[in-house]
């Protein structure tokens, strides 16, 4: 059994995790029984943490936002600060976005609304590099705090063509790819894991409900997320042999493609694309022999693609 100071901070922790917790579900994982919750409860109170609780059978703990900031060793300025650093961290590919957003969630969960205005303005006055695109911290804060606590998560969805609808999922994992972030999910209308674009997502209320964590269909979820992604954009598709090593060709494409060893020497990689000639144009700066098995939209491009190499190269020497 924990000791009382070790049990607060663990209370605490599971506070922050998601929105409302039982007294059985507080004893159970802190190994104590509901008095000793209500207790513990009642401690962190007086430390000046607002918890607040809603009696009867259906009713819980949760942690609030309260009229000044919790004792978290945090004046005003440093809250700010730190809230504003880990939204910035998080638009950064330093291997750790998903943890500032969780603990960004954490944060901004107890923040009075004086300080999360002043954390507003700044990013509001943030410039970002021209042409990337723009993140909304509350939507991934949300999610992130929803898979954090294994809580399913309802949105409404922009799909690509323009058509909204709403979604129920079981949300697994955030991958960023360039300026876009992507939710992997279990959506439980379909039945089956779908990819989803964070800047097309807007999430309701957080619905409580708890969920068992599936097993992802590939080992590597980064992987599998781009694979579904990339392949999901492709209007056009060709296949062609490469002649160079798989290793060379696979460590030269930055996403996952299939690729069929023929020999040391030689492969075979299925392709795609919205566009042939932007295709062609990619498989050309790999700068190894290529040939065409199928697509005949992709030979007239590499046709076109020499044509115009041809002229650029006329006036030398």
């Known amino acids: 059994m924990l000791e009382t100071s070790a049990r607060l901070l663990e209370l605490l922790s599971l506070l922050q995790l998601k929105r409302d917790w039982t007294s ?14 209500r207790a513990d409860i009642g401690k962190l109170r007086s430390l000046g943490y607002p918890v607040d609780a809603r009696p009867g059978v259906a009713g819980g703990y949760r942690l609030a936002a309260g009229t000044a900031m919790p004792p978290l060793l ?29 603990a960004l969630a954490k944060l901004e969960q107890v923040l009075p609304a004086r300080l999360r205005r002043r954390v507003e303005a700044v990013r509001e006055a943030t410039s970002v590099v021209p042409g990337a695109a723009p993140l909304d911290l509350s939507v991934l804060g949300a999610v992130a705090a929803a898979i954090r606590g294994r809580e399913r998560l309802r949105f409404g969805y922009t799909k690509r063509g323009g058509g909204e609808g709403p979604r129920r999922t079981e949300p697994q994992r955030l991958v960023s790819w360039g300026s876009l972030w992507y939710l992997l999910a279990w959506d439980l209308d379909r039945d089956d894991w779908r990819v989803f674009r964070v800047d097309r997502m807007v999430p309701h209320p957080p619905t409580g409900e708890r969920f068992r964590p599936r097993v992802i269909p590939e080992d590597d979820v980064v992987e599998y ?5 990339s392949k ?65 939209g992709l030979a007239a491009a590499f046709d076109r693609l020499a044509t115009r190499f041809r002229r650029a190269a006329g006036g030398a020497s």
């Open 74 to 102: 945090l004046d005003d300025d440093e809250a700010v600060a730190v809230a504003v650093g880990l939204g910035a961290v998080a638009t950064q590919r330093l291997g750790v976005e998903e943890t500032s957003l969780t």
């Open 225 to 229: 997320v781009v694979g579904r992604v």
């Open 232 to 296: 999901a954009a492709w209007t056009y598709r060709a296949r062609v042999l490469v002649h160079a090593p798989a290793a060379e060709v696979a460590a030269k494409i930055p996403i996952p493609l299939d690729i069929e060893v023929v020999d040391e020497s030689t492969c075979r990689v299925e392709v795609g694309s919205a566009d042939p000639d932007r295709l062609a144009l990619w498989m050309a700066q790999l700068d190894v022999d290529i040939e065409v098995i199928d697509g005949d």
């Open 24 to 37: 059985s579900e507080l004893a159970g994982r802190l190994g104590v029984s509901t008095r000793t919750v």
